[in-house]
C-alpha cells in the first residue's frame, strides 16, 4: 500500500491508546479488497481511500509501520510504500511483524447505516467547534458537547454539562 503523508500522524489519533485492553484497536485495519485504511477507538471510525500494492493482504497494520514509512518517505522524497503480507516491509526501511490481535470490528455495517439518505447536511468548522467546546467546558478539558440542529442553515446550539452555551454557524461546504 502506499502511504499519504501524515497517515500515522492523522490515524494515530483515531485509533485506540496502547493501554485499552481491545488490542485490535490499537491498529489500523487494511482493508486490500476495497483500497482502505481504517482506524477506530469503538467511538470514532476514519476511513482513508488508498493504493494497493501487489501482494498487499487484509489485516492489521501497526501505528509504528505507518511512522517508520513516514521516515523514509521525507528522507527519500519519495510516496512511501508498506507491503502487508505476512508481515509489514517498507521500501527502503525496516520490516515490522503483523500483530495477531483479534478481529477488527465490522465498520462496514457501521457505515450502511451513517450512510443512509440524511435529513439534511451541515457543514461546519471543526477547529470552531473544538475551540468552542473548550471555551464553555468548565475546565478547558471536557469536550463532551451536544448540538442541537434546528435546520440546515440555522445557527447551532452547543451545550454540555455545565450551565454554558455556546452557538457555531454552519459554514459553505465549498
Known amino acids: 500500500m502506499y502511504i499519504a503523508n501524515h497517515t500515522a500522524k492523522t490515524l494515530k489519533k483515531v485509533c485506540a491508546g496502547k493501554n485499552d485492553q481491545r488490542e485490535y484497536l490499537q491498529h489500523c485495519h487494511l482493508d486490500a479488497e476495497n483500497k482502505h485504511l481504517w482506524a477506530t477507538n469503538g467511538s470514532i471510525a476514519a476511513r482513508l ?8 493482504t487484509s489485516g492489521p497494520v501497526t501505528i509504528e509501520s505507518l511512522s517508520a514509512a513516514e521516515s523514509i518517505q521525507k528522507s527519500t522524497k519519495r510516496t512511501a510504500e508498506i507491503t502487508a ?3 509489514l516491509d517498507i521500501k527502503d526501511g525496516p520490516s515490522f511483524p503483523r500483530p495477531d490481535c483479534g478481529k477488527f470490528p465490522d465498520v462496514s455495517h457501521v457505515l450502511k447505516q451513517a450512510e443512509a439518505e440524511p435529513e439534511y447536511e451541515i457543514t461546519i468548522n471543526a477547529k470552531l467547534l473544538h475551540d468552542l467546546a473548550a471555551s464553555i467546558s468548565s475546565n478547558g478539558k471536557d469536550l463532551v458537547v451536544t448540538l442541537s440542529f434546528t435546520g440546515n442553515q440555522s445557527p447551532i446550539k452547543v451545550t454540555n454539562k455545565t450551565k454554558h452555551l455556546g452557538i457555531l454557524m454552519p459554514c459553505r461546504s465549498n
Open 85 to 87: 503480507n505476512g508481515s
Open 49 to 56: 481511500a488508498i493504493a494497493i500494492s501487489d501482494g498487499d
